[in-house]
């Protein structure tokens, strides 16, 4: 009898604990974005020993993404240069993010010299192998749902080519089955900044209509030598996370949407999971900043 009032006591006990989350919610996807890195300096160092620290405290890192303006002032000239050491390789060098790839897009700074050769050091898994750029447009799936489907799809733009070719990319990449949980694009140019360069008229009249069609979360950029989190009505979460080791942009009048905004070093960590994107911003010496979450919907 005792065995039996003891069964039916866990039986009870199962039907009213809650239900255990899936296995994304367990283990969700981190990444790191940043742009406007690539000048070799300690700026550009500290950020890095930023990025390694708080991989170390906060359970990893799954890759990074970079947002333009990889190698100042001119970019590279071949895939012998040597600032693939002195501004990529022996930059990001920590235990962490020696295992990680490193996925990049071409900004204004870029396309100077020979942005091909950016493209082949990628194409071609040359130096440590971490560098990634398909093409000058190119997207991925990142992380798995209980269903067997994509959890993130990230889409890469070369803001530098024309806008009517970025938004035919983008449209066929976010249109591609199976059907993701959440859609990311990094482009180098922001639709809306608090910055120097301000608000792009052209792209919020030409490029965010795209946006808005591919059914896009969340748009990241750099170019604006700043940390700034948006969030406007109707429009994706826009993030500028142009910090990453050149030289700070000083803020100019505040966005209404401006969620948070600094003239500090540092980069954007993202943490996803199926129900939510939890958006941290860590300066360079991987202090918490800022932290904003956005609810799937």
Same mark, same amino acid.
């Given at each position: 009898?005792?065995?039996?009032?003891?069964?039916?006591?866990?039986?009870?006990?199962?039907?009213?604990?809650?239900?255990?989350?899936?296995?994304?919610?367990?283990?969700?996807?981190?990444?790191?974005?940043?742009?406007?890195?690539? =000048?070799?300096?300690?700026?550009?160092?500290?950020?890095?020993?930023?990025?390694?620290?708080? *991989?170390?405290?906060?359970?990893?890192? /799954?890759?990074?993404?970079?947002?333009?303006?990889?190698?100042?002032?001119?970019?590279?000239?071949?895939?012998?240069?040597?600032?693939? &050491?002195?501004?990529?390789?022996?930059?990001?060098?920590?235990? #962490?993010?020696?295992?990680?790839?490193?996925?990049?897009?071409?900004?204004? %700074?870029?396309?100077?010299?020979?942005?091909?050769?950016?493209?082949?050091?990628?194409? &071609?898994?040359?130096? =440590? /192998?971490?560098?990634?750029?398909?093409?000058?447009?190119?997207?991925?799936?990142? $992380?798995?749902?209980?269903?067997?489907?994509?959890?993130?799809?990230?889409?890469?733009?070369?803001?530098?080519?024309?806008?009517?070719? +970025?938004?035919?990319?983008?449209?066929?990449?976010?249109?591609?089955?199976?059907?993701?949980?959440?859609?990311?694009?990094?482009? !180098?140019?922001?639709?809306?900044?608090?910055?120097?360069? $301000?608000?792009?008229?052209?792209?919020? +009249? !030409?490029?965010?209509?795209?946006?808005?069609?591919?059914?896009? %979360?969340? !748009?990241?950029?750099?170019?604006?030598?700043? #940390? +700034?989190? &948006?969030?406007?009505?109707?429009?994706?979460? +826009?993030?500028?996370?142009?910090? $990453? $080791?050149?030289? #700070?942009?000083?803020?100019?009048?505040?966005?209404?949407? =401006?969620?948070?905004? *600094?003239?500090?070093?540092?980069?954007?960590?993202?943490?996803? =999971?199926?129900? *939510?994107?939890?958006?941290?911003?860590?300066?360079?010496?991987?202090?918490?900043?800022?932290?904003?979450?956005?609810? %799937?919907?």
């Amino acid at each position: 009898m005792r065995i039996h009032w003891f069964i039916r006591l866990v039986a009870a006990w199962l039907l009213l604990w809650p239900q255990l989350p899936e296995a994304e919610e367990k283990n969700p996807l981190i990444f790191f974005a940043l742009g406007d890195h690539g =000048s070799g300096s300690d700026n550009q160092r500290r950020v890095a020993a930023a990025m390694e620290r708080v *991989a170390a405290q906060q359970g990893g890192v /799954g890759f990074v993404l970079l947002l333009g303006d990889n190698f100042y002032p001119d970019g590279v000239a071949s895939v012998q240069d040597p600032q693939w &050491q002195t501004k990529f390789e022996r930059i990001y060098d920590g235990p #962490l993010l020696k295992r990680v790839p490193f996925y990049a897009i071409l900004g204004n %700074h870029d396309i100077r010299s020979n942005p091909e050769a950016q493209v082949t050091y990628g194409r &071609q898994r040359l130096g =440590s /192998g971490r560098w990634r750029m398909a093409g000058r447009h190119y997207w991925l799936d990142q $992380g798995q749902t209980a269903r067997n489907t994509p959890l993130v799809r990230l889409i890469f733009l070369d803001a530098t080519l024309p806008l009517d070719e +970025q938004n035919r990319f983008l449209l066929e990449a976010a249109a591609r089955p199976p059907e993701p949980v959440w859609r990311v694009v990094a482009s !180098h140019y922001p639709l809306r900044s608090s910055g120097p360069h $301000g608000d792009s008229g052209e792209l919020l +009249q !030409h490029f965010l209509p795209a946006l808005r069609t591919a059914r896009t %979360h969340l !748009h990241l950029s750099g170019h604006d030598h700043i #940390l +700034q989190l &948006q969030r406007p009505p109707d429009e994706p979460v +826009q993030v500028v996370s142009g910090a $990453g $080791g050149h030289t #700070l942009y000083p803020l100019q009048s505040q966005s209404p949407w =401006s969620v948070f905004a *600094a003239e500090r070093f540092g980069f954007l960590r993202v943490m996803v =999971s199926e129900t *939510a994107m939890e958006l941290t911003f860590h300066d360079d010496a991987g202090g918490l900043l800022h932290r904003s979450l956005l609810q %799937h919907n």
